[in-house]
Structures are given as structure tokens and as C-alpha cells.
């Protein structure tokens, strides 16, 4: 029997406290759109009306070679050869359009678009709010974005920064779109301000499967002040079990993808599947002053896969974890003016055992791992008419290559109120 183990390297007054707990509240309903705040996302009031949106970041990339991050040699994901960024491409656009014909139902819906992927549908869902005393109901049934908070759920598009997080990308291969349903409620225990969310999903995108059990996640947040500012503090885990999760093997290539490849006949000989169980955990926190023009934030990621992973070649025991992070200062200097820096890692240990493990994992370039990082700083200007510009600098190092980038980025928001 071989072993190869793959090492882990070891390794933050009474109008107020209303501000924060309306702030905590609105956060995981804006965020149910694909996107921030700022997306035209729809706010979920009372009122009956029907709204209509749109987003576009386009960005010009700067480098010597494409970013090893948009393949992440090293970590078990779909083993696709990611987006080449550089030159002109379109990040992410979005049309959107919300509905609420009545206080207790409204609907959702947003279409989206990567690069030169073709156009898919980002969310389309319905939901029943019901008032309880203080507290509120929310029950949200189609394609949605299981709720996590707003630091977790944002990073990645229609961000501050244009590159995925690092520890979201190596956890989830992306953002998490799923078929499901979601039960929310939005109230106080004990003083405290709470958002709870509990989601039953079908789990066919990565890091699931196919083929598998329904997916439950949770999702708790609070808030409060501390020091003279607004934070929130968000938790989220996930339990998955795969069967026959797809990594596309070195001698294949392929393009991106937010599902992984299927295992069956067609593709024996160019995917290794997992079969087994993935646990995932996540955590945020995020504070804004009332006073000073600063956010600051920091996030965390983590996965466990622990079952079987095979090949043509191989038949393996897999044992696999990966966890990471990110820390981010924001600071608006000026009214129009905002500048930011962000530090990211993430890290992994991986051991099969089993007939051709050492062979499993090169074709499935477990055998590339080294610790991921990334810094990047940004300066961003906003225009009239709901324009934005950017200029990012960053420094990445992913399967020990390392690279410098420079990007400039336009985000173009367009929000109009149809009804009433």
C-alpha cells in the first residue's frame, strides 16, 4: 500500500444600536441578489413595486503570465484551466429584476455573464415574509445564494477588489448558486440583534456533486457597537456528500466551470472522482466606524473531504483539508475618493493511500501544493451616474509561482423603480 502525504504549513447610544441591527438585518436580503449592496440588489420593503437592474465590471489585466490563481494547482477543485484575465474582458454583468406585488410575496430574478462563458441564471426565486411580533419569517424556495453574510457572500464580484478571495476560491471553486430553500428569521435574542438561516439545497455545484443527498447549511449573524463603529459577525457551515465529484486530470484541459465534471463512461480516463464527505465552515466579521470613513473586515474559510478518490490509474483513500482567509482596511478619504489593501492566504495537506496514490497525485497536481498568498491594494474614484473606476496592484504566489498585476476596472450601476 503507498502513502503520500502532501504537509500542511501551520498557520482577528440607542440610534446607533438601531443602525446596527437594521444594518444586520438588511444585509442577508440584499445579498440574496448575485452581488453586494451596491448591485441594485432588491431591498425587501413593505411596499408593493417592481424594480429592473443591471451591472457591468469590465477590467483591463496586466501580467507576464496568466495568474496561477485561476487554475490553483495544489488544492482538489473541478481541474479546469480557469479565466486567463488579462487584457480586456468583462469580469461580471448582471440583469436583474425584483417583484413584490404584495408585503408578504415578492420574486427575484437575475441573469448573468463571465467573460466569454455563456449567459446563466444567477437567481430566480420566490419568497413569503411573514411579521411575528418584533421578529420576521422569511422562507425563500428556487435558485438563490445560500445566505452566509454579507463579507462572505460579496467577496469575489461586484467587490472592492476584481479577483476572488483566495480561500473562497480553493473552498468553494467560486461563488455558490444552488437549487433550494431557504428558511430566515430576523430578530432579537437576549438584546441581541440575530439573523438565522437554514437551507435545504440540491448540491450539483462544486463542492458538490450530481449525484447526492440534499445539502443543509446554517447560517447564524449578530451585531453590535464596539469602539465607536458597527460590527457584524457572521458564521456559516455546510455538510455535502458527493458521489462522483469530477476533478479533471492534468492531461485534460477544459474551461471554467461552477460544477464539477461528471464521472461516467465518457469520462473514464480523463476526471478522478470523489466519493465521500465534505464538511465546510466560514466565518466573518466587519466593522465600520460612525465616525471615521474606515471598514475593516476579515474572513475565513475552511473544507474537509474525507472518502475516496479515483482514477484510471488509481484507487485511493483521500484525506484532505484546506482553510485560509482574508484581512481588509477600507478608507473613503475623500467624498468621491476610497482606498484599500487586502492580504490573503490559504493552505492545504492532502494524503491518499492506496494502489498508485504518488500517480494520483500528479494527474491531479495535488503534487504542486505550496501556500497560496496574495496582497493587493486599490484606489477607486466614483463618477456621477453610478459609475466607477479602479486601479488594483497585486502580488500573488500560488503552486510556488509567483506573479505581479496590475488591473484597471469600470463597474457601470443602473437601478430603475418601474412600479408604483
Given at each position: 500500500?503507498?502513502?503520500?502525504?502532501?504537509?500542511?504549513?501551520?498557520?482577528?447610544?440607542?440610534?446607533r444600536?438601531?443602525?446596527?441591527?437594521?444594518?444586520?438585518?438588511?444585509?442577508?436580503?440584499?445579498?440574496?441578489?448575485?452581488?453586494?449592496?451596491?448591485?441594485?440588489?432588491?431591498?425587501?420593503?413593505?411596499?408593493?413595486?417592481?424594480?429592473?437592474?443591471?451591472?457591468?465590471?469590465?477590467?483591463?489585466?496586466?501580467?507576464?503570465?496568466?495568474?496561477?490563481?485561476?487554475?490553483?494547482?495544489?488544492?482538489?477543485?473541478?481541474?479546469?484551466?480557469?479565466?486567463?484575465?488579462?487584457?480586456?474582458?468583462?469580469?461580471?454583468g448582471?440583469?436583474?429584476?425584483?417583484?413584490?406585488?404584495?408585503?408578504?410575496?415578492?420574486?427575484?430574478?437575475?441573469?448573468?455573464?463571465?467573460?466569454?462563458?455563456?449567459?446563466?441564471?444567477?437567481?430566480?426565486?420566490?419568497?413569503?415574509?411573514?411579521?411575528?411580533?418584533?421578529?420576521?419569517?422569511?422562507?425563500?424556495?428556487?435558485?438563490?445564494?445560500?445566505?452566509?453574510?454579507?463579507?462572505?457572500?460579496?467577496?469575489?464580484?461586484?467587490?472592492?477588489?476584481?479577483l476572488?478571495?483566495?480561500?473562497?476560491?480553493?473552498?468553494?471553486?467560486?461563488?455558490?448558486?444552488?437549487?433550494?430553500?431557504?428558511?430566515?428569521?430576523?430578530?432579537?435574542?437576549a438584546?441581541?440583534?440575530?439573523?438565522?438561516?437554514?437551507?435545504?439545497?440540491?448540491?450539483?455545484?462544486?463542492?458538490?456533486?450530481?449525484?447526492?443527498?440534499?445539502?443543509?447549511?446554517?447560517?447564524?449573524?449578530?451585531?453590535?457597537?464596539?469602539?465607536?463603529?458597527?460590527l457584524?459577525?457572521?458564521?456559516f457551515?455546510?455538510?455535502?456528500?458527493?458521489?462522483?465529484?469530477?476533478?479533471?486530470?492534468?492531461?485534460?484541459?477544459?474551461?471554467?466551470?461552477?460544477?464539477?465534471?461528471?464521472?461516467?463512461?465518457?469520462?473514464?480516463?480523463?476526471?478522478?472522482?470523489?466519493?465521500?464527505?465534505?464538511?465546510?465552515?466560514?466565518?466573518?466579521?466587519?466593522?465600520?466606524?460612525?465616525?471615521?470613513?474606515?471598514?475593516?473586515?476579515?474572513?475565513?474559510?475552511?473544507?474537509?473531504?474525507?472518502?475516496?478518490?479515483?482514477?484510471?490509474?488509481?484507487?485511493?483513500?483521500?484525506?484532505?483539508?484546506?482553510?485560509?482567509?482574508?484581512?481588509?482596511?477600507?478608507?473613503q478619504?475623500?467624498?468621491?475618493?476610497?482606498?484599500?489593501?487586502?492580504?490573503?492566504?490559504?493552505?492545504?495537506?492532502?494524503?491518499?493511500?492506496?494502489?498508485?496514490?504518488?500517480?494520483?497525485?500528479?494527474?491531479?497536481?495535488?503534487?504542486?501544493?505550496?501556500?497560496?498568498?496574495?496582497?493587493?491594494?486599490?484606489l477607486?474614484?466614483?463618477l456621477?451616474?453610478?459609475?466607477?473606476?479602479?486601479?488594483?496592484?497585486?502580488?500573488?504566489?500560488?503552486?510556488?509561482?509567483?506573479?505581479?498585476?496590475?488591473?484597471?476596472?469600470?463597474?457601470?450601476?443602473?437601478?430603475?423603480?418601474?412600479?408604483?
Amino acid at each position: 500500500m503507498n502513502f503520500l502525504p502532501i504537509p500542511a504549513i501551520p498557520t482577528r447610544g440607542r440610534a446607533r444600536k438601531v443602525a446596527v441591527a437594521a444594518l444586520l438585518v438588511c444585509c442577508p436580503l440584499w445579498a440574496a441578489a448575485h452581488g453586494s449592496a451596491d448591485l441594485a440588489a432588491p431591498e425587501l420593503e413593505e411596499q408593493p413595486g417592481l424594480r429592473f437592474g443591471a451591472a457591468v465590471a469590465v477590467t483591463y489585466l496586466h501580467a507576464d503570465a496568466v495568474l496561477p490563481s485561476a487554475r490553483m494547482d495544489g488544492f482538489l477543485l473541478q481541474g479546469d484551466e480557469g479565466i486567463d484575465r488579462r487584457r480586456w474582458g468583462l469580469e461580471h454583468g448582471v440583469l436583474d429584476a425584483a417583484w413584490r406585488w404584495s408585503p408578504q410575496w415578492m420574486a427575484y430574478a437575475a441573469v448573468g455573464k463571465h467573460g466569454s462563458d455563456r449567459a446563466h441564471t444567477e437567481a430566480f426565486w420566490v419568497q413569503m415574509r411573514q411579521p411575528q411580533g418584533d421578529a420576521t419569517w422569511l422562507l425563500t424556495a428556487g435558485r438563490q445564494r445560500p445566505a452566509m453574510g454579507a463579507v462572505l457572500e460579496r467577496a469575489g464580484h461586484f467587490d472592492r477588489f476584481a479577483l476572488m478571495p483566495l480561500a473562497k476560491q480553493a473552498t468553494l471553486g467560486g461563488d455558490w448558486m444552488d437549487d433550494g430553500v431557504q428558511l430566515g428569521w430576523r430578530g432579537a435574542l437576549a438584546q441581541w440583534p440575530v439573523t438565522l438561516d437554514v437551507g435545504l439545497w440540491k448540491g450539483e455545484v462544486f463542492p458538490g456533486a450530481a449525484q447526492g443527498p440534499v445539502v443543509p447549511t446554517l447560517h447564524i449573524g449578530t451585531a453590535a457597537t464596539v469602539a465607536q463603529g458597527a460590527l457584524a459577525l457572521d458564521g456559516f457551515v455546510a455538510h455535502l456528500e458527493p458521489e462522483g465529484r469530477g476533478s479533471r486530470t492534468s492531461n485534460v484541459g477544459g474551461g471554467h466551470s461552477h460544477t464539477a465534471p461528471l464521472c461516467n463512461d465518457s469520462t473514464l480516463g480523463k476526471v478522478a472522482c470523489f466519493d465521500g464527505r465534505t464538511d465546510l465552515a466560514a466565518a466573518s466579521a466587519r466593522w465600520q466606524g460612525h465616525d471615521v470613513p474606515w471598514v475593516v473586515s476579515a474572513a475565513g474559510w475552511g473544507r474537509r473531504d474525507q472518502g475516496g478518490l479515483a482514477s484510471a490509474n488509481s484507487d485511493s483513500s483521500y484525506r484532505g483539508t484546506s482553510y485560509g482567509g482574508w484581512l481588509e482596511a477600507r478608507w473613503q478619504w475623500r467624498p468621491r475618493w476610497e482606498w484599500g489593501v487586502r492580504a490573503e492566504h490559504v493552505q492545504a495537506s492532502h494524503s491518499l493511500q492506496g494502489p498508485g496514490a504518488a500517480l494520483l497525485a500528479t494527474e491531479t497536481r495535488l503534487d504542486r501544493y505550496h501556500r497560496a498568498r496574495r496582497t493587493a491594494t486599490t484606489l477607486g474614484y466614483q463618477l456621477p451616474q453610478g459609475v466607477e473606476l479602479q486601479l488594483e496592484l497585486g502580488r500573488e504566489s500560488v503552486a510556488g509561482q509567483r506573479q505581479n498585476y496590475a488591473l484597471l476596472r469600470g463597474i457601470w450601476r443602473l437601478e430603475k423603480q418601474v412600479l408604483p
